[in-house]
Every structure is written in structure tokens, then in C-alpha cells.
DNA sequence: ATTCTAATTAAGAATGATTACGATTTACAA
DNA sequence: TTGTAAATCGTAATCATTCTTAATTAGAAT
């Protein structure tokens, strides 16, 4: 996902283009981590004194609900990162002392599906945690 | 897990056996669902009108501390149920209608472990949510 | 059995993330 | 340019969780 496709979106579903949600693309395009509203906060108010909190949730949460932005829960956080490009399915390694993530070339959902016949899968969540090599 | 072994855990590590420790585990012990320290609170104001918030949240944390409880973060609360007797490491199927739990018999961090060479996992989270069978 | 002491709890205030709301401003279509 | 719905601001409310202090209690020592 980038700016321009994401625009796209937003064009697409009747959103306007305003300041501060091109800022807030601008912020995750330039970082592969995931972030919090009050990184995002931190970085917007320096531009925009009187920034609310209540924009930034709101536009997260409508950026979120159109798949341009993904959605984690880390240590009782919300955090964000923009969507993935990829073509396939796939999870991330998160590393908790830089941030970074890296893609896990691998879903365990397929061995799943058939080891509990009857069960209605809706969602899932495999995330893997520690540091990453430059972190060690 | 079962309530004398985790008195047993309690004693052993110098812990009092109080009434709101014993009803807690009661609790627990009768549901294998994950449940809030709302849940427990809601049941044990009808015996204890000036129950504290506090005592659970400690005791919460104390049982997960030392095994007793496992823990997991569903839409934005913590959720807490009885640490499986399992001897194997597994994972929980979790049905988001009835909060029910299912033990899937397999564990994906082996087939992965070889998949990111020189990344140090410590922790990882792999939860399949939905509907079960009989909530279809 | 009584006393002592540290552990535990009660009660409510504090915190921190998130959401809600009325008033104001803005994007953009006509 | 103007009208209007959408977006934002500023702030208050909410919700889960944690903290604080004083009072209570379990269990050990006497």
C-alpha cells in the first residue's frame, strides 16, 4: 500500500482530502513499524499545535474499515502499519526491541483447517515475538 | 489445572489462602471460557456488596505469575481462564458467540523456527477465532 | 488461646487509552 | 461564489486498569 493508493480508496468511498489525513498516510509511508495514535500525535503536533486526538482516531479507525492500514494489539495499544502489498496471505515476526517487523513467508492456517472439522474459522492472529538480528 | 493444585502452588510459594483467592478459583473452575475481571466481579458482588476491583486485579495477576491462569487480550479486555492440565504446548480455538474453547492439537513455531534463521522468537501468539459447531 | 506481623483487602482516587460531543471550520460540488 | 455535508477542534466522558492509604486478617510465634 502507498499514498496514491490509498488515495484512491478514500477518493473512490466519497472521503475528502484534507491536511491532516495526508499527513498521517505521509507518517506511515515512512515507516514499516507499527505505531500508536500518540506517535502519530507526537509528530503531527509540532506542525499542528492544536491537533485533536479524536482526528486521529477517527481517521485510523476509517483507514482501518477500508484495508489500508492493519491493525494489532501489542501490550494493551492499538498499533498500526500501512496494509501490505503482498499478494499472499502471510504473518509477522515483530521485534520488540526495534520495531521492526519481518514477513513470515507462511500461514499455519492451511494445516489447520483440517485438524477441526466443523469449527467456522472467521479470523485469526499469529504473531511471533522477540528480536530481530540486529537487535540481539 | 484444578483448585487444591493451585493451593498447593499458592502455599508453596507462601501465598494465604483467603476467601476472595478461593472464590476466584471457584470461578475459574467452572468454566473452561476465558472470562474479564468484570465477569468475576459481577458474581462475587452478590456475596461481597463492597468487593474491590483491586483484589481481583492482584490476584489476577498473582495466579497468572505463577501458572495458574493463562491470559489473553480479546477486543481491547484482558481475559483470563485456567492454565490447561495439557502436557503438550497447544493453542485455543475460541468461539466468539458462546466464548467456548477448543484445544487445537498443533503448534505451527516448529514448522517456523526453521522459516527465519538468525531471529530470536520469545513469545508468540496464535489464536483462531469464530464459531463453533454448535453456535453455527 | 492470645498476640504479633506481614500479607491482604477495601474504598476510592488516579492514570492512560480511547471515544463522544457540540461548536466551528473546510472541501468540494453545484 | 455559495451551500452543505464532512471533517476537525477542544474538551469532556468513558472504560479498563493501577495506585494509595488505612483497616482488616491469616497464620506464625508466644
Chains 1, 2 share one sequence.
Request: proline letters at 4%.
Amino acid at each position: 500500500m502507498n499514498i496514491e493508493k490509498a488515495w484512491d480508496i478514500l477518493k473512490n468511498k466519497g472521503f475528502k482530502k484534507t491536511d491532516k489525513r495526508e499527513q498521517i498516510l505521509s507518517i506511515f509511508s515512512e515507516t514499516e513499524k507499527y505505531i500508536t495514535a500518540k506517535d502519530i500525535l507526537n509528530v503531527m503536533k509540532k506542525e499542528h499545535p492544536g491537533m485533536s486526538y479524536d482526528t486521529i482516531y477517527r481517521n485510523l479507525s476509517t483507514f482501518v474499515d477500508l484495508g489500508i492500514l492493519e491493525e494489532t494489539e501489542l501490550t494493551g495499544e492499538k498499533h498500526f502499519r500501512m496494509q501490505c502489498e503482498a499478494d499472499h496471505h502471510h504473518h509477522h515476526f515483530i521485534c520488540m526491541s526495534c520495531g521492526n517487523i519481518k514477513e513470515i513467508p507462511f500461514c499455519p492456517m492451511e494445516v489447520l483447517q483440517n485438524a477441526i472439522p466443523g469449527y467456522e474459522i472467521e479470523n485469526h492472529k499469529f504473531e511471533i515475538y522477540g528480536n530481530c538480528p540486529s537487535c540481539h
